[in-house]
Nanobody
C-alpha cells in the first residue's frame, strides 16, 4: 500500500507563496500520475493540478492556472505544488493523490485516485 505524506502547509497572507511537498513510499510512484486536490470547509473536494508519470504533461484548474506549478522528482519519490500569488479563496486542506493505474498522463477523475495523503492545511489571510 502506498503512503503519501504531505508537508509545507501553513498560514500566510494574500500574495505570499508556499511550496507543498508530498513524499511517497513504495515502488509505484515513478510509474503513476500524481495530483493535488483541495477541500475547503463545507465544499466538495476539487481538482487543483496533476502531472503525468514522466513529468512531461501537467494540467491545472482554471482557478490556479498561472499561479500554481506542479512538479515531480522521481528520484526522490516526491511531488511538489508551488503556490504563488495566494488568495484567501485558496484556503483549504490540500491532498496529494496517486493515480490507480500506471503510465497515464493525468489523473482523469477523482474516483481514479488510488491513494490519498492525509492532507495539509493552507490558510490565506486577507
Amino acid at each position: 500500500q502506498v503512503q503519501l505524506v504531505e508537508s509545507g502547509g501553513g498560514l500566510v497572507q494574500a500574495g505570499d507563496s508556499l511550496r507543498l511537498s508530498c513524499a511517497a513510499s513504495g515502488r509505484t510512484f515513478r510509474s503513476r500520475a500524481m495530483a493535488w486536490f483541495r477541500q475547503a470547509p463545507g465544499k466538495e473536494r476539487e481538482f487543483v493540478a496533476d502531472i503525468s508519470w514522466s513529468g512531461a504533461i501537467t494540467n491545472y484548474s482554471d482557478s490556479v492556472k498561472g499561479r500554481f506549478t506542479i512538479s515531480r522528482d522521481n528520484a526522490k519519490n516526491t511531488v511538489y505544488l508551488q503556490m504563488n500569488g495566494l488568495k484567501p479563496e485558496d484556503t483549504a486542506v490540500y491532498y496529494c493523490a496517486q493515480d490507480n493505474l500506471p503510465l497515464r498522463n493525468a489523473v482523469p477523475r477523482i474516483d481514479a485516485v488510488g491513494s490519498w495523503g492525509q492532507g495539509t492545511q493552507v490558510t490565506v489571510s486577507s
